[in-house]
């Protein structure tokens, strides 16, 4: 893998298929790390991938769970902004169904197969609003019964608790971790600080999304570009927008490029992600195919993967892996464009 791939128009449309990787299962989640990839899938098993070496490392069979949104934890972290950059992968977070209703959060030793604590909380864990900060052991959840919760790993401890006047808020944190946002009201964004522990009911920006919000479309999806000063945001209807974080300013949408005979899928969801450059955007659709705009709104090309595409993840300037059904594919830019 070359650290110096220059990303642009052209690279794009030369994605190669570097490894694939065949579940058991539907894959359910995804999560990343340096060089580790942590699956969930149908059958209840994690499975451990190691990208330079292109192979499954590890899998797991959690009995008696029905687990869901893996989150990875780097090891001995400070409680601190610095970036970790080379850290041992030993333990996770997933979330977990009772009753048919994702209610618990698991942290669970990789190494040792072993439970280390349970989060129990008082309603269900809402789509994208588990979140796990890039740098400290804190996470922020959100529930249905409208409470935003942020959580202390290491002293098993809540730090900060306020209601919501949305049953789907989604928060997301910005990628050096020092934001994060959320959707407090269905049309509302609120940008908030976070320092440590350090977190109030101060938002220092609300950015109104309401243009896009009408008859129920509600945000479903956030992601903040790597330069932060943009955000990803999908709807429930499958639109993707981009918005000014400073101003919140609606930017550019994003529109799919179906063929007229293609046969959709009702019920597919998009998860679309910046470039690590911050100027294109992924996204799976509704037709078996990655597509990929500029982030101007151009559409620069789809990619036939033959299959639904159900989450979309990038990692430096090098590698996007695209999960599908069951299987886990990376994709790899090509220099020889």
Known sequence: ????????????????????????????SIDLLNNIIATTNTKNIIKIYDICERKEKLTYSIKDLVVNDIKLLKKDLKENNELCINYEI????????????KTKIYHYDIINKKVLHIYELSDEIIDNSFVLHPNTHI????????????????????????????????????KSG?????????????????????YNDDYFASFDISKVTVNDNYCIYMDFSHDEKKI?????NNSIYTVDAYTGHFLYSYNFMYEKNTPHISSYLSYPVFSFDSNFVLSGGQDGHLHIWDVQGNHVIKNNIKNNILFIKWVYNRLAFVTTSNHLLIWKPSKNV
């Open 178 to 198: 020092i934001l994060y946002g959320y959707t407090g009201n269905v049309n509302t964004i609120y940008l908030c600080s976070c320092f440590g522990d350090d």
């Open 1 to 28: 893998m070359d650290d110096d791939v220059v990303i642009d128009a052209n690279l794009m449309k030369k994605f190669e298929i570097c490894a694939n990787f065949k579940s058991e299962g539907y894959i359910t």
């Open 232 to 236: 990803l945001i999908t709807t429930k």
């Open 139 to 174: 996470f922020i959840v959100a529930l249905k019964n409208k409470e935003l919760i942020v959580y202390n790993i290491k002293n098993k401890s809540i730090i900060y608790k306020t209601n919501v006047q949305n049953n789907n808020c989604i928060v997301c944190y910005n």
């Open 90 to 101: 030993e333990e996770c977070l997933f979330t977990a169904y009772e009753n048919k209703k």
